[in-house]
């Protein structure tokens, strides 16, 4: 259940980040309610994972991935441009979880 604790923070600081363009400096009500209302939830979610998996790893996990999908929404939903080096970087951020995960003992399994 860590995992999915952990997933649900990882989506919800997303779309939390993710309406922050979009409240306009938090002049659009919608997308402002959504942002703190994201950011509530993921909070929220990553202190449940938090009872399992350790800080570090969590912590590791929930912004290295939130980065690569940030970068993901910028490109498909506000059509900001993606380069070689975003690319590159959101394989290395893959990898790095996925060795915390499969490699480190400290995680929670």
Known sequence: MHWLYLA???V???VATSAL???NGFTRWGPSLLVVAGYTSAFYFLSLALRTIQLGVAYAIWSGVGVALIILVGW???RQPLNVA???GIALIVAGV??????SKTAAH
Request: aromatic share 10%; no cysteine; proline share 0%.
């Open 12 to 14: 919800s600081e997303v």
């Open 21 to 23: 363009k979009a409240a």
């Open 8 to 10: 649900i923070a990882i």
């Open 86 to 88: 975003s690319l590159i």
């Open 98 to 103: 996925i060795v915390l995960h499969i490699f």
């Open 76 to 78: 498909v939903v506000y």
